[in-house]
């Protein structure tokens, strides 16, 4: 079991927005450790998408956003597209573990 | 281009050893953390270790610490991860990862395709 926790699956119509969320505590999101998100598609090498709670690396669309508040994170994909069908993983770092740490992932399907 | 090979990865049996390679080009090596994470069968990304530019400063997961040891060489630009006491439970893929920075919470900029372990006897 992973301490920060995404939904496992979500889905939703090409053009629409989701929401991923990342739950944390107060040992690791709320201490105030950075939030980043991954893109991983089956057999491929995962993709940074957001690092610092909030910034893209050059060449991510703007339809992926990143926030944080409090203990909790969340990534926005907006104008879902057939190409974002993946899985998303949340990263930060947990002081009581001192260990870098991943969320369980979500699956996002586009409909 | 930036861009991390990893190779090493192979069938082993239980209590076994491997050491992983990772092999860096198109960046100063030496200025980033590096990282090994994994992804067994079925399951999301885990964190496996990390280790500072200087090579001074390593970090691991409590599942392999004791049996893995990460290491780097900086005049090769590569890093290392030697496996020791394999478990059926560290079969894997293994991605090599590149920190944005030279601490290890930076967020990870650039992966390997990964390299495959398989503890089976």
């Known amino acids: 079991q992973s301490v920060l926790t995404q939904p496992p699956s979500m889905s939703g119509a090409p053009g629409q927005r989701v929401t991923i969320s990342c739950t944390g505590s107060?040992?690791?999101?709320?201490?105030?450790?950075?939030v980043h998100w991954y893109q991983h598609l089956p057999g491929t090498a995962p993709k940074l998408l957001i690092y610092g709670n909030n910034n893209r690396p050059s060449g991510v669309p703007d339809r992926f956003s990143g926030s944080k508040s409090g203990t909790s994170a969340s990534l926005a994909i907006t104008g879902l597209q057939a190409e974002d069908e993946a899985d998303y993983y949340c990263?930060?770092?947990?002081?009581?573990?001192?260990?870098?740490?991943f969320g369980g992932g979500t699956k996002v399907t586009v409909l | 281009e930036v861009q991390l090979l990893e190779s090493g990865g192979g069938l082993v049996q239980p209590g076994g050893s491997l050491r992983l390679s990772c092999a860096a080009s198109?960046?100063?090596?030496?200025?980033?953390?590096m990282n090994w994470v994994r992804q067994a069968p079925g399951k999301g990304l885990e964190w496996v270790s990390a280790i500072r530019g200087s090579g001074v400063s390593t970090y691991y997961v409590d599942s392999v610490k004791g049996r893995f040891t990460i290491s780097r060489d900086n005049s090769h630009n590569t890093v290392y991860l030697q496996m020791n006491s394999l478990r059926a439970e560290d079969t894997a893929v293994y991605y090599c990862?590149?920190?944005?920075?030279?601490?290890?919470?930076?967020?990870?900029?650039?992966w390997g395709q990964g390299t495959t372990v398989t503890v089976s006897s």
């Open positions: 990263q930060s770092y947990d002081s009581s573990l001192s260990d870098v740490v």
């Open positions: 107060s040992s690791n999101i709320g201490t105030g450790y950075d």
């Open positions: 198109g960046f100063t090596f030496s200025n980033y953390a």
């Open positions: 990862a590149k920190d944005r920075g030279g601490g290890v919470n930076d967020g990870m900029d650039v």
